[in-house]
Nanobody
Framework: QVEVVESGGGLVQAGGSLRLSCVASRGSSTIGAMGWFRQSPGKERQFVAAVQWFTERADYKESVKGRFTVSLEKAKNTLYLQLNSLKPEDTGVYFC?????????????????WGQGTQVTVTD
């Protein structure tokens, strides 16, 4: 069973930046992919970005391309999400997730392990 724990959320003005971190432990050798998903009030959880563990191939939600960067630090079993040029519509709880497979890494239902989430709030 993989355990994932996020950190790094906060309150920031539009145009600002944040860096989220997610540490995977307890069974991390079975990970095939990790990703970030976002849930805003009244909305379903949405894909933001994900990366395949071995190839480090990344995938992004269209609206965050060029602003967000997902990266892995394998030696520390850590996934990062650099959020730049933040907009109010980026506000939400950001969840880190891990899974054993590597296909369809942008689909939330394919992930087996989830963190508790970290709040990101972007003000005008």
């Amino acid at each position: 069973q993989v355990e994932v724990v996020e950190s790094g959320g906060g309150l920031v003005q539009a145009g600002g930046s944040l860096r989220l971190s997610c540490v995977a432990s307890r069974g991390s050798s079975t990970i095939g992919a990790m990703g970030w998903f976002r849930q805003s009030p009244g909305k379903e959880r949405q894909f933001v970005a994900a990366v395949q563990w071995f190839t480090e191939r990344a995938d992004y939600k269209e609206s965050v391309k060029g602003r967000f960067t997902v990266s892995l630090e394998k030696a520390k079993n850590t996934l990062y999400l650099q959020l730049n040029s933040l907009k109010p519509e980026d506000t939400g709880v950001y969840f880190c997730a891990a899974r054993r497979g590597t296909a369809a890494i942008n689909v939330a239902s394919t992930y087996e392990y989830w963190g508790q989430g970290t709040q990101v709030t972007v003000t005008d």
